[in-house]
């Protein structure tokens, strides 16, 4: 084998094994890096293999088209027969058809035109429920005309990139037309959270005696997730260093085996220091750590209704996305809010923190980090360095 600018050269007449010699001698490969195959052919004399290799090697290198019209109605007649050919499933080829000879009555059926790539993003990004050209036949086609998922609008473009690379294989085109389209994504709906006037009605003084007013303190002025507000203990509560640490305990295993230190806001720390013990759980009673998932977030949605708050389709996590945006929104440096929650990437700190805007002008006058929700807090309750201080 000899190479030359990049073209592979094969001598199939120095095999001896073969005891007969093929008609032609030479036998040329190239790569092509769309279609991510080599592509081949054997000829007679080596200038003539030397010529189309370099030829083929200029088209996929510069990305040069001079191949013949492509048709994609054409191409996906072809690109069809063959599957069909192959035993594919008949659905998945019957959708590939019929996706084709929508876009192709779009505008698109040209594949050298020059904006194919515009026409099938477009054609993507408005079709509906009734996508499907033939109104007739109604086994392929919803009756209604509803805008269709990205997952669904993903599936298509796959369908129609399939036939792109398809048609590179066979020569009719040297690149992928549609390789400049970015694939749909649907916008993450914000995460439900408390308004200042429903956290102010379920902290009020009115509630302390509810069994479920300190597990709702707990969560939404510490940010802990409901395991871990559960299993908190009084020896890893410092109130002289305003700091409280979410621990490893035999009893629960924190998520990823991380431990963190959050500070001790100034308002839980009046509701716990006259009920502070020397060691145990903070919230009394095992029957709370021996509810489910399913159990405790109805108690939590009992809790808000008995506080005249719409529950909707809040659960307690909720209440640690609520700390989050109100620790942004108060000032607080995303970094700091991210070591706090025990983030290890700040984009998942971001995306919590998405409804803070709400709280812009409800917290204007509130020190940086410090709630406000339930009384005045003192000048001297500012927060402090965050890990300074870890129980043993």
């Known amino acids: ?8 050269i094969y001598d199939r007449w120095s095999d001896e094994a073969t005891g007969t010699r093929p008609a032609k001698r030479w036998y040329v490969r190239v790569w092509d890096s769309t ?18 290799g370099e030829e083929k090697r200029a088209q996929f290198v510069l990305r040069l088209d001079n191949a013949a019209p492509a048709s994609l109605t054409a191409l996906a007649e072809q690109y069809v027969r063959e599957l069909r050919a192959r035993g594919r499933n008949a659905g998945y080829v019957d959708e590939i058809e019929r996706v084709c000879q929508a876009v192709a009555l779009a505008g698109a059926d ?17 079709i509906a429920g009734n996508w499907y050209p033939d ?11 509803l805008v269709l998922s990205p997952i669904t609008k993903n599936r298509f473009l796959q369908h129609l990139r399939s036939l792109m690379r398809y048609a590179v294989v066979v020569g009719a085109l040297t690149k992928d037309p549609l390789a400049g389209i970015r694939r ?11 308004t200042l006037d429903e956290l102010r009605a379920l902290l009020d003084r009115s509630r302390e005696g509810d069994a479920y007013y300190l597990i709702f303190a707990v969560l939404i002025y510490s940010g802990c997730r409901m395991g871990e507000a559960l299993h908190l203990r009084w020896e890893n ?17 924190l998520k990823r085996g991380k431990e963190r230190t959050v500070f001790l806001q100034p308002e839980l720390s009046v509701i716990l220091e006259p009920m502070k013990q020397p060691s145990g759980y903070v919230i009394a009673g095992d029957i709370w750590r021996k509810r489910n998932r399913k159990h405790l977030g109805v108690s939590f949605k009992a809790y808000l209704k008995r506080c005249g708050v719409k529950p909707g389709d809040r659960s307690p ?12 929104a108060s000032g607080e440096n995303v970094f700091f809010v991210a070591g706090e929650a025990g983030h290890e990437a700040l984009i998942t ?4 923190a998405r409804g803070q805007g709400a709280y812009r002008d409800g917290v204007i006058d509130w020190k940086r980090g410090v709630f406000q929700l339930r009384n005045v807090a003192k000048e001297d309750d500012v927060p402090v360095a965050h890990g300074a201080w870890l129980a043993d």
């Open 349 to 352: 700190t971001q995306g919590y």
């Open 110 to 126: 040209d594949l050298k035109g020059a904006n194919v790539a515009g026409v099938v993003r477009e054609w993507l990004s408005n």
């Open 317 to 328: 996590h909720s209440a640690r996305h609520t700390w989050v945006s109100l620790l942004l």
């Open 184 to 194: 749909f994504t649907e916008d993450k709906p914000l995460k439900p959270i408390f």
């Open 237 to 253: 509560i410092d109130f002289t260093g305003k700091r409280l640490a979410v621990k490893l305990s035999d009893a629960y295993a």
């Open 135 to 145: 109104a007739a036949d109604n086994k392929f086609r919803r009756r209604t005309c």
């Open 35 to 52: 279609s991510r195959r080599y592509q081949g052919q054997s000829f007679a004399e080596r200038a003539e293999g030397v010529a189309w």
């Open 1 to 8: 084998m000899s190479k030359q600018r990049g073209v592979a």
